[in-house]
């Protein structure tokens, strides 16, 4: 598994593509994996891309018993965590559980990952910033949080 992470002022989507592109067609127990995961409702990808937006749900993002989530529609290719910062608390401890374990209940969960950040400030506008210092401190502290926590 891989781990990605890119700062604020990047080019992400560019670069997760190019990792997507790069990435080896997926093949044994995981191609297998992958055809019973898509089965029901999708056609199967040689290579899945997943990038879900930052308001899913702890039961979007890792599955449920009945539905695998996205970091397993992932598997074996890429699961993008555009701005990091605004995913919730106990969405992203579930997510980094599943990623140390390999699995999210019953369901795999080997994709590759990468994690933006936003910019620095929580307004996102640097030239025009108003934030305080205390928002400013606060908006990294929480950025770097949500980081470590998709780390394995």
């Known amino acids: 598994m891989h781990h990605y992470t890119y700062g604020p002022h990047c080019a992400v989507l560019p ?3 190019a990792l ?3 990435l080896p067609l997926v093949a044994g127990d995981d191609a297998i994996a992958l055809q019973w995961l898509y089965s029901r409702h999708h ?5 899945p891309f997943r990038a879900p937006h930052h308001t899913v749900s702890a039961w979007g993002l890792c599955g449920s018993p009945s539905h695998p989530g996205e970091v397993s529609l992932a598997l074996g290719g890429v699961l993008l965590l555009d701005q990091v910062e605004e995913f919730g608390r106990a969405t992203l401890e579930r997510l980094g559980h599943a990623l ?3 699995r999210s209940g019953i369901w795999p969960a080997r994709p590759a990952i990468v994690v933006t950040t936003s910019l620095p400030c929580p307004c996102g506008r640097p030239d025009r910033c108003r934030c305080t210092v205390g928002m400013i401190t606060r908006h ?3 950025v770097a949080r949500n980081r ?3 780390q394995c």
């Open 100 to 102: 140390r374990s390999g």
């Open 148 to 150: 470590e926590m998709v």
């Open 15 to 17: 670069e997760a593509r």
């Open 43 to 47: 056609s199967v990808p040689d290579v």
């Open 20 to 22: 997507h592109a790069a």
């Open 140 to 142: 990294n502290a929480r």
